[in-house]
């Protein structure tokens, strides 16, 4: 079975920085895009940023020039950099990655279980 394992989330205060960590583990075989999504009570969970195999990036109009999203292939790893952070980042923060799996013979999408990032005075 996959597991995504995000880390790295906690209390900053506005204008602070926090790294998100991404890590997938189990039977993987390959794994095409990963992306990191976010989440507040009540509304729709949105895109924050998205990454393909070969480093192509997207992000969310609201976070341009603010978070900066990464990988490392060789560790099944994706990365949030995060910086000059709002109080409308708060949210919690899900993992997403497309992988082949043995098991199923083709790409499916994998969840983690989330982390919160608070950001308060």
């Known amino acids: 079975q996959v597991q995504l394992v995000e880390s790295g989330g906690g209390l900053v205060q506005p204008g602070g920085s926090l790294r998100l960590s991404c890590a997938a583990s189990?039977?993987?075989?390959?794994?095409?895009?990963m992306g990191w999504y976010r989440q507040v009570p009540g509304k729709q969970r949105e895109l924050v940023a998205t990454?393909?195999?070969?480093?192509?990036?997207n992000y969310a109009d609201s976070v341009k020039g603010r978070f900066t999203i990464s990988r490392d292939n060789a560790k099944n790893t994706v990365y949030l950099q995060m910086n000059s952070l709002k109080p409308e980042d708060t949210a919690v923060c899900y993992c997403n990655a497309d992988i082949f799996t043995a098991v199923l013979g083709r790409y499916k999408y994998y969840w983690g279980q989330g982390t919160q990032v608070t950001v308060s005075s």
């Open positions: 990454i393909t195999r070969g480093g192509s990036t």
């Open positions: 189990g039977s993987i075989f390959s794994i095409r895009a």
